[in-house]
């Protein structure tokens, strides 16, 4: 933590006793039954209800959102402060309610406030961040640095202030570059500022804080501290029944790494291993080694996360890898073919959808059906959202980020993706110039990263550190839009690798036949197999009858049975003399030496009726169910499509006594999508069936046909003259020109049927059609749909009525 003043040391020692007072007097209530207190505020608002230092609003309100004016934020100060009300100068301060001025005194005679003018104070006035940082700096003495300040708008006035606070993390800005100056305070922040005041962050070892599964393929191991990138990516590091994880990826809080198993996380009892990670702050300090009993059954269900459009393809994106496409997809209202949509092969989070945008434009996305990779798949909830096509790119690709990655490795991030896979760079150190290549990262979804590596030696004899300038050449990147990049440039400073290799992470393969050893970068091993010493818990030493270094060059494994045979259960510790390894710079490694244990892992099974679906005519279906089921199977509450309960006149039973099959038949006027002809996909999910055991079936969703029974009708009419205009509830069509209105219409003027000619469709508008009367009508006409027409249909082929 940053520097701390004696005055803020003295008030965190206090901090306990203190008693904060809110804008009105309430009684005391229970933090946890406040219901607009969020995660992000409930541990300060727990903490400083049960310590007396503030009250909610009401009983169920602690006004989490409301903002604070400046004379409570006063009187909150002055009281966690204990200051010396009575005998405190008067401040002069004319608009301060009685309760307050004591205190108000109190805090301007210690110069830790003032007033808007010399007479007026701005009590009833919202106080800002800003005016917060300025009291808070000043009561408890604290002391930052405001070079580190990254935050756009802090003025002068505030940035030592806002330094201070954001140092010793007592807060933090709104966005990276916005601290939120001018923004009024809200009783939950000021809540927070409290709470790191009380509870300053205490030196801990560096470890493992917690672990939580994400789905069947995914973990997040979060540790107490920020820990090295590239160690903390390194998969090797991580293990779950002896599988190393296939991919690390560390978060931007640079604390939580996103573990991917391509075998699955779905375990009972199974062993998971963090190896030591190295940390941010010093890569020689290392987190402790993580072992734990882990189990996990995926019961999340995947969902939608984000929609993007390019280029005539709609691209959905998930919280995780999907097993499948979704089964069914509507762009406004409008069915995709199966063929269009698409799983892609390297991102399986992300569906592919050909269908074409105007620029600008936006549609509504209907989905269902997609499953995730659990060993009982969790299929998604039916969603409904939305999808915009950008409007025309005017921002050219360029440079937002160069990091040295090593002794001759960088890193360059982009604006945007690019068309290029590789791009012609230079770097020029005085007058000597050297073409370099920038090359894409493939691990990177987003397109966006490309790595530099400078072949030949860049130190001189004695030299540690060389710095070049990197040029990109105006147009050398050119983005999805043909937009092209200016001139960039940039100076680089490589640091010449004096570091020995570490061990990262000890392992063994699948079968526990042989162990393995991964380090932080690419090895040679230079010793010999038989100065390895390999001995068990019970001091019997074991020689290595088999070693291989992997194709890159990080992991070494020996195998100390031979074969495909597996080793003894029970703990091993090995060691490597000194100078067994060396790097790719001729550093060499130190005495290696490393313990391991060999785990186990078992599976589970269940009893839960399951069903399947059919369409079984139209707008029929019958459900079939692994095993007898009760009653239960037949409540339509346990039917939903498309989301939709089913109507109330959907008649529902069991097809024979087995108890095992159900009909479902929809009635009229249910359905108004899908041609007579092949109708369209919906989705029918099934829920709560319950078998004579009391078992329930998990909830499943399946693909079903259905065709559009819901006639268009007529919702108004209007006569210009001899020119009837009908208008109907939905597009209507028939299906030539020679139709005469009369056999579609009664048409009748005072009671008397009249003569009509033949009906035409309406410019613009597929809801309506027209036609002529012979004569002018006296008055003006009533038109009704004949019950026995066959010539006017609505746009999915049923007849109009």
Do not use: C, W
């Not at 995730?372 to 909830?381: F, I, L, Q, S, Y």
């Not at 690019?418 to 920038?438: F, H, P, S, Y």
């Not at 060499?588 to 059919?614: H, N």
């Amino acid at each position: 933590m940053a520097y701390q003043s004696k005055s803020y040391r003295k008030f965190v020692a206090a901090a306990a006793t203190a008693t904060l007072v809110a804008t009105a007097v309430t009684p005391a209530f229970a933090a946890s039954s406040f219901t607009d207190v969020s995660d992000r505020y409930k541990e300060a608002v727990d903490y400083l209800v049960d310590n007396n230092t503030t009250n909610g609003i009401s009983e169920t309100k602690f006004g989490t959102d409301l903002t604070i004016k400046r004379v409570d934020a006063a009187v909150m100060i002055a009281k966690a402060l204990k200051l010396d009300t009575e005998g405190a100068k008067d401040s002069g301060f004319t608009d301060l309610p009685e309760r307050a001025v004591p205190y108000v005194n109190a805090l301007k005679e210690k110069g830790i406030i003032n007033g808007k003018t010399e007479t007026s104070f701005g009590a009833a006035q919202d106080i800002t961040r800003g005016e917060m940082a300025l009291i808070i700096a000043r009561a408890y003495d604290l002391e930052g640095n405001k070079a580190n300040l990254a935050f756009t708008d802090v003025s002068d006035r505030y940035d030592e202030a806002v330094a201070a606070l954001v140092d010793n993390k007592v807060t933090f800005g709104k966005t990276e570059t916005k601290f939120g100056t001018t923004d009024s305070v809200t009783r939950g922040e000021f809540a927070l500022f409290l709470y790191r005041l009380a509870t300053p962050e205490e030196v801990t070892a560096p470890a493992v804080a917690k672990v939580e599964s994400v789905n069947a393929k995914q973990m997040a191991v979060t540790f107490n501290i920020e820990v090295d990138k590239g160690a903390a990516n390194t998969a090797s590091l991580y293990t779950l029944n002896n599988t190393q994880a296939s991919k690390a990826v560390l978060s931007e809080d640079e604390k939580t790494v996103l573990l991917t198993f391509n075998g699955g996380t779905e375990v009972k009892d199974g062993v998971l291993v963090v190896n030591p990670v190295a940390t941010k702050a010093d890569k020689a300090v290392q987190t402790a080694k993580y072992t734990s009993v882990f189990t996990y059954e995926d019961t999340v269900k995947p969902v939608v996360t984000d929609t993007a459009y390019a280029n005539g393809v709609i691209t959905l994106t998930f919280s995780e890898e999907l097993s499948a496409a979704p089964s069914v997809v509507r762009i406004d209202g409008t069915p995709i073919a199966a063929d269009a949509v698409t799983l892609n092969a390297s991102d399986k989070t992300k569906v592919e959808i050909t269908s074409s945008l105007d620029t600008g434009a936006s549609a509504s996305v209907y989905v269902a059906g997609a499953k995730d990779t659990a060993d009982n798949a969790n299929e998604m909830d039916l969603y409904n959202g939305s999808v915009s096509a950008p409007t025309v790119d005017t921002n050219k690709p360029h440079v937002t980020n160069v990091q040295v990655t090593g002794q001759n490795t960088a890193k360059i991030t982009l604006s945007e993706a690019i068309t290029q896979t590789e791009v012609d760079a230079t770097l020029q150190q005085g007058a000597e110039q050297k073409a370099v290549k920038l090359i894409k990262d493939t691990s990177d979804v987003n397109g966006k990263t490309y790595t530099l590596t400078v072949a030949g030696d860049l130190f001189g004899e004695e030299s540690t550190s060389e710095t070049f300038t990197l040029y990109i050449q105006k147009e050398a990147m050119t983005d999805a839009s043909g937009l092209k990049n200016d001139l960039f440039s940039t100076t680089l400073t490589f640091v010449k690798d004096t570091q020995a290799p570490v061990l990262a992470s000890s392992d063994l393969t699948e079968g526990n036949t042989a162990m393995t050893f991964t380090f932080d970068e690419a090895v040679t091993p230079v010793g010999a197999s038989s100065a390895i010493d390999i001995r068990n818990a019970d001091g019997v030493k074991f020689a290595a009858k088999a070693v291989s270094l992997s194709d890159d060059q990080k992991t070494y494994t020996v195998d100390i049975v031979g074969g495909d045979a597996a080793m003894s259960a029970g703990t091993y510790t090995v060691s490597f003399p000194a100078n067994y390894f060396t790097d790719v710079h001729g550093n060499k490694a130190g005495v290696i030496t490393d313990t391991f244990t060999v785990g186990e892992s078992t599976s589970t099974d269940t009893d839960k009726p399951t069903a399947s679906v059919a369409t079984a005519g139209t707008n029929t279906f019958t459900v079939t169910f692994s095993e007898e089921v009760t009653t239960s199977a037949l409540a339509l509450s346990n039917y939903r499509l498309d989301g939709q309960a089913l109507p109330a006149k959907t008649d529902i039973y069991f097809t024979d006594a087995s108890k095992k099959v159900v009909m479902i038949e929809l009635p009229e006027g249910a359905i108004n999508i899908g041609d007579q002809t092949s109708g369209a996909p919906a989705v029918l999910n099934v829920s709560g069936a319950a078998d004579k055991a009391g078992n329930v079936m998990t909830s499943a969703n399946f693909v079903v046909t259905v065709k559009d029974n819901t006639p268009a009708v007529m919702t108004d009419v209007k006569t210009v003259g001899t020119a009837v205009v009908v208008t109907f509830s939905e597009n209507v069509a028939f299906d030539n020109d020679a139709i005469d209105a009369n056999t579609v219409f009664n048409v009748k003027v005072n009671g008397t049927e009249a003569e009509a000619q033949n009906m035409t469709t309406v410019n613009g508008n597929a809801k309506q059609v027209q036609f002529n009367l012979a004569a002018s009508p006296a008055s003006a006409p009533t038109v009704e749909v004949k019950d026995n027409q066959t010539a006017l249909k609505d746009a999915n082929g049923v007849l109009v009525k």
